[in-house]
């Protein structure tokens, strides 16, 4: 079965720092990844995702990821991050075999301090 | 926003009493699931409807029951709550480029 890892649990930026959160999947198989965020009190947006070809994939608020296969890895960045960017980020992948079941990761908490 | 409601939003109920909590969507879409989130442990998967009366387990199906007896409606069902089911409730529906919209979701305590 699929496997989602986010090893950074809680983040502390300040305004303009860069971002990178980090998640790993366990099947190397045809993969649909994305990032979802949820702000304070509200339910998960979509951030991102990724099903082919560039593996560089750019979203909504200046996010962009990179899917790098041999890893394992679909890390989420932000050159620059503002406050109203904290947030909780969860990362996700479908199950394997075409399935339209998806795994979520355990979330990472932002904070942007002003 | 994808046309998702949950209701009721909120809700407190003791130990050992039925609750049902009802997902709605107004477009149609075929694929409808039921998540808990719950601190350190990010969003699992209880349930989810692949069609109506169509439906299989996620990875925390214990103590729940779905029905889908219309497309716009999932029902998730706690038989006899318990407080380790006290969570916040996300239902969420497949979109057509096979991404995830989710409702604004039900925070449930269980006493």
């Known amino acids: 079965a699929q496997s989602v890892s986010q090893h950074n649990h809680h983040v502390i930026l300040s305004e303009a720092a860069s971002l990178e959160l980090g998640c790993n999947y366990s099947y190397g198989g045809t993969v649909n990844l994305f990032w979802y965020v949820q702000y304070p009190g509200q339910h998960l947006q979509l951030l991102l995702k990724y099903f082919s070809g560039d593996p560089l994939v750019k979203g909504i608020k200046g996010f962009e990821a990179e899917f790098i296969k041999s890893k394992f890895s679909f890390n989420l960045r932000k050159p620059s991050v503002q406050w109203s960017d904290t947030a909780e980020y969860f990362c996700?992948?479908?199950?394997?075999?075409?399935?339209?079941?998806?795994?979520f990761g355990t979330g990472t908490r932002l904070k942007v301090l002003a | 926003d994808a046309g998702i409601t949950q209701s009721p939003r909120h809700k407190v109920t003791e130990t050992g009493t039925p609750v049902t909590l009802r997902c709605h969507q107004t477009e149609n879409h075929r694929y409808m699931y039921w998540y808990r989130q719950d601190p350190g442990h990010g969003l699992r998967l209880i349930h989810y409807s692949y069609g109506v009366k169509d439906t299989d387990k996620g990875e925390v199906s214990d103590g729940y029951s779905v029905s889908r007896s219309k497309t716009e409606d999932f029902l998730l069902t706690l038989e006899s709550a318990t407080s380790s089911q006290t969570s916040v409730y996300f239902c969420a529906i497949l979109g057509q480029l096979n991404e995830q919209y989710f409702g604004p979701g039900t925070r449930l305590t269980v006493t």
């Open positions: 996700a992948v479908n199950e394997p075999e075409g399935t339209y079941k998806y795994i």
